[in-house]
């Protein structure tokens, strides 16, 4: 079988199949993110493989009536590479983030922009020490002002953790996410920003005992403070999209497992200062569902989407 794009859009009332576009000859395609400044401008991106199984980046630009490709270009380096996310302030300013990897097979952080016309490689500072280094997710609150967020590994595969990376219009610079204390792994996933000084950023992390909880971080401007969020019964919990309106006002969603279920949905929302659960269905009973992504226009009007799981 041969894995091809998929798009829907929602007109309302309900949704409607779209054609994005396949390149010839891939043996396999796939969209994992989009972005709309508007009803007629959107970019989905993603990867698709070639004839030898190797992954290339992937983008489709919506003008309203139908999907385009739009040519992608590769750093030198680069053998392989991958899109996870995009964000768009305009028909003519997004930005994509992913990674690449090299002859050597190491990953290496990948960031694009698109100016309407076509993608440009964007320069990005790597930490010290890193052996591997991805982003995950990417939000921009302006044309200048996007903070993309993601990890990194070491040599000794110790020392690892997560990062983000601020764009202020001129140059990207890194930052260090910080992971609670004790925590064993961790992994910030998703960001969404309202404003350059006001990010959010959701994840998980490792703890001793074995499971897994859900983390939330705040952005102002300088540096990042970790959030209390709650985490349902069962086992490990991990948050995996965030959509804010304001600064105090975001749903994060993902999933947590439990001895029963593959995973089932969790939503948590922040209305001020404290993140509360909130109660969500399931659709794949004790075969288990996740939330994959969430996207709100107000605080009391929000969409989240996932797959569920049969026998």
């Known amino acids: 079988s041969i894995t091809v ?5 929602w007109d309302g009332s309900a949704w409607h199949l779209q054609a994005p576009v396949n390149l010839p000859g891939a043996t396999g395609s796939l969209l994992s993110a989009v ?19 190797y992954g290339f980046p992937l983008a489709e630009i919506w003008n309203g009536s139908k999907w385009t490709i739009a040519s992608v270009p590769m750093p030198a380096a680069a053998v392989s590479g991958v899109f996870a996310d995009v964000s768009c302030v305009s028909a003519r300013a997004c930005i994509a983030v992913g990674n690449y990897l090299t002859g050597e097979g190491v990953g290496v952080a990948m960031v694009e922009a698109w100016n309407g016309y076509r993608w440009s490689i964007e320069a990005t500072p790597t930490p010290a020490r890193a052996l591997d280094t991805s982003l995950w997710g990417i939000s921009c609150a302006s044309a200048h002002a996007c903070t993309a967020v993601g990890g ?3 040599p000794t595969g110790r020392g690892g953790g997560s990062i983000s990376e ?4 001129t140059a990207w610079t890194i930052h260090r996410v910080p992971l609670p204390v004790g925590a064993i792994g961790g992994r910030i996933e998703a960001v969404s920003c309202t404003a350059a000084r006001a990010c959010t950023a959701v994840g998980g992390y490792g703890t001793r005992s074995g499971g897994g909880l859900t983390l939330a971080e705040a952005w102002n401007g300088a540096t990042w403070t970790i959030q209390a969020t709650p985490n349902p019964h069962g086992g490990g919990s991990e948050l995996s999209a965030v959509s804010c309106t304001s600064a105090t006002a975001c749903m994060a969603t993902g999933s ?26 399931n659709v794949g009973g004790e075969d288990g569902s996740v939330f994959t992504g ?5 605080p009391a009007d929000c969409t989240a989407v996932g797959l569920y799981f049969n026998n």
Request: glycine fraction near 6%.
């Open 35 to 53: 972005s709309c400044a508007s009803a007629t401008a959107c970019v989905a991106v993603g990867s698709y493989n070639d004839l030898e199984d």
């Open 294 to 298: 969430v996207s709100c226009v107000s």
């Open 256 to 281: 947590y497992a439990t001895e029963f279920a593959f995973g089932l949905t969790i939503a948590e929302s922040l209305n001020g200062e404290n993140w509360v659960l909130e109660k969500t269905p």
């Open 5 to 9: 794009t998929l798009a829907e859009v």
């Open 166 to 169: 601020e764009w202020n219009g």
């Open 152 to 154: 990194f590994d070491t």
